[in-house]
T-cell receptor, first 112, second 115 residues
Framework: QKEVEQNSGPLSVPEGAIASLNCTYSDRGSQSFFWYRQYSGKSPELIMFIYSNGDKEDGRFTAQLNKASQYVSLLIRDSQPSDSATYLCAVSLHQGAQKLVFGQGTRLTINP | DAGVIQSPRHEVTEMGQEVTLRCKPISGHDYLFWYRQTMMRGLELLIYFNNNVPIDDSGMPEDRFSAKMPNASFSTLKIQPSEPRDSAVYFC???FGSGGLVEQFFGPGTRLTVL
């Protein structure tokens, strides 16, 4: 079993709709969770992080964490074509720990 | 700041040759990471340093790979001898560990092709 799992996609969403990206992790002791966005041919960039159960909102992005189910998700509201990218889920074992384990990424396409 | 700088951006070499990838982290950052990304395996951590000291090299695939950080502003990843299966994009990233938030800033990557 991979430590961090994501559906590879591609996930296709119409412009203006909500895109939902999901991630599960195997280590129950994991404390910190991150979403990175990677455009084709570019490097990953951090867009959201979450440490506590529940929802965290930042503009059009909402991260959701359920530690009991070992599940973290990213919702993108009012999806734009510029949101088309691969989204990488990353997990660290301890809050503040530097070592991250990345999922394979989900490729998202927003259709105009 | 210019961000994390990597060189070369592209490298094409033949099997058996030595390859050296270079990285300059963001000034003031105390952590440096080397990752490898392939379609099959995704983004994998190879090794990371804290204050120039290697902390975890458990991701280094084999003895052909070595990494050094002689000072706070420079690191190298060396592959000797290179093999076609080493073809991948290699990213260097840096972070400020004392800041609480684990935000790693990635360089543009080096695309390595081993023929």
């Amino acid at each position: 079993q991979k430590e961090v799992e994501q559906n590879s996609g591609p996930l296709s969403v119409p412009e203006g709709a909500i895109a939902s990206l999901n991630c599960t992790y195997s280590d129950r002791g994991s404390q910190s969770f991150f979403w990175y966005r990677q455009y084709s041919g570019k490097s990953p960039e951090l867009i959201m992080f979450i440490y506590s159960n529940g929802d965290k909102e930042d503009g059009r992005f909402t991260a959701q964490l359920n530690k009991a189910s070992q599940y973290v998700s990213l919702l993108i509201r009012d999806s734009q074509p510029s949101d088309s990218a691969t989204y990488l889920c990353a997990v660290s074992l301890h809050q503040g720990a530097q070592k991250l384990v990345f999922g394979q990424g989900t490729r998202l396409t927003i259709n105009p | 700041d210019a961000g994390v700088i990597q060189s070369p951006r592209h490298e094409v070499t033949e099997m058996g040759q030595e390859v050296t990838l270079r990285c300059k982290p963001i000034s003031g950052h105390d952590y440096l990471f080397w990752y490898r990304q392939t379609m099959m395996r995704g983004l994998e951590l190879l090794i990371y340093f804290n204050n120039n000291v290697p902390i975890d090299d458990s991701g280094m695939p084999e003895d052909r790979f070595s990494a050094k950080m002689p000072n706070a502003s420079f690191s190298t990843l060396k592959i000797q001898p290179s093999e076609p299966r080493d073809s991948a994009v290699y990213f260097c990233a840096s972070s400020f560990g004392s800041g609480g938030l684990v935000e790693q800033f990635f360089g543009p990557g080096t695309r390595l092709t081993v023929l």
